[in-house]
């Protein structure tokens, strides 16, 4: 290969690279909106409930779609998320995993935002 063709490479190699930065910096942003956004609406359902826990569907499909834009930034995050997702639909129902306490999203939240 020449020295010109070395050096087209080497721009195509870096533009690809900085599009995956771009591209993760855009995922861990649509990430931590989604998880404020379910974390929003769930504080403010359980301070106007009392903190009952009934089943909720849009609470659910929040952290829904929390998990979904999640899961290419951290599987395990995402993972969490998805159980929260179910515990809205049946928080009766006895669970294997533990559902992660609002606090403790801040506590990622912040994690993704040093991330990005």
Known sequence: MSAIGDIKFLGWAIDKLASYSDKHKVRVN??????????????NYLRNQDGGYVPNQELS??????SRNTRLVDKDLARQLKDKSRFWIHPDMP?????????????????LEKKF
């Open 30 to 43: 649509e990430a931590i909106s989604s998880i404020q956004k379910a974390w929003t609406h769930t504080y």
């Open 61 to 66: 499909n929040l952290w829904n779609e929390a």
């Open 95 to 111: 669970r294997q995993n533990r559902i992660l306490l609002l606090k403790e999203i801040v506590d990622e939240v912040e994690r």
